[in-house]
């Protein structure tokens, strides 16, 4: 996964070690925690997508 262009958000602070960071390529969206960059889950625009739409919604909210 070296090969990989990482990006984080620019709310993120620049010496900060615990940022997502995210990476598009042809074979979909890349995501990772930077304090744990061997660790990568890999999805798709769509599905990512979905999941921003119910992070932002509250659909999540709820404790188990």
Not at 29 to 39: G, N
Not at 44 to 59: D, E, M, N, S, Y
Request: aromatic share 4%.
């Amino acid at each position: 996964m070296s090969d990989l262009t990482w990006r984080k958000s620019s709310f993120s602070e620049a010496a900060a070690a615990n940022c997502m960071e995210l990476a598009a390529t042809s074979g979909g969206i890349h995501i990772r925690e930077s304090d744990e960059p061997d660790a990568v889950v890999r999805t798709t625009p769509a599905a990512l997508g979905v999941f921003i739409r119910a992070v932002k919604a509250g659909r999540l909210d709820r404790t188990l």
